[in-house]
């Protein structure tokens, strides 16, 4: 199965645990990034806005096709309880060409189930797995067992 890691991170915290999860699964990877000049402190409050009001900026032109592949696990930070808007603009440009969807988001302890939620309105589709990671906790042992689930329900399609 061709599996493809696509994710957002604006802190770094969501690269860590995309190729954390790429890397245990053999997948590639695909990193979202906004097409918007950079804005300092100002872009946090852009950023939380977009996401609030659901926009969806210009991100650069993604490199791998998701058709390609079998499986496409989507990842994001949460922003104010939703999708990350460079990524909400992503999965618009290519919902209908995901064969099977995940979803794993990053976050400081509430928010994964509204973002799993519009990930799936946003796809049109029901993830075979899910996963939310606690920021403060990326490294712990605590993450572990739930990311060894989430690998497991992965290897079950």
């Known amino acids: 199965m061709r ?3 696509v994710f957002f991170a604006n802190s770094g915290h969501t690269r860590y645990v995309a190729s954390e999860i790429a890397r245990r699964c053999g997948a590639e990877m695909e990193e ?3 097409a918007r000049p950079h804005a300092g402190a ?3 409050l852009r950023y939380i806005r977009d996401s609030l009001i659901g926009a969806t900026p210009p991100i ?3 490199l791998k096709d998701p058709a390609d592949f079998d499986l496409v696990i989507l990842g994001t ?3 104010a309880w939703r999708v990350a808007s460079p990524m909400r603009s992503y999965v618009r440009h290519n919902a209908q060409r995901f064969k099977q969807v995940a979803f ?3 976050e400081g302890g509430v928010g994964d189930q509204l973002v799993f939620t519009e990930f799936g309105h946003l796809c049109g589709r029901t993830p ?3 996963y939310q990671v606690i920021e403060p906790y990326l490294s712990e042992p605590i993450q572990q067992a739930p990311l060894l689930e989430f690998m497991a329900r992965l290897k079950t399609t």
């Open 104 to 106: 794993f988001c990053t």
């Open 32 to 34: 979202i990034l906004d």
């Open 60 to 62: 650069e032109a993604a």
């Open 77 to 79: 930070p949460v922003w």
């Open 3 to 5: 599996v493809l890691v």
């Open 128 to 130: 075979i797995a899910t």
């Open 42 to 44: 100002c872009e946090a």
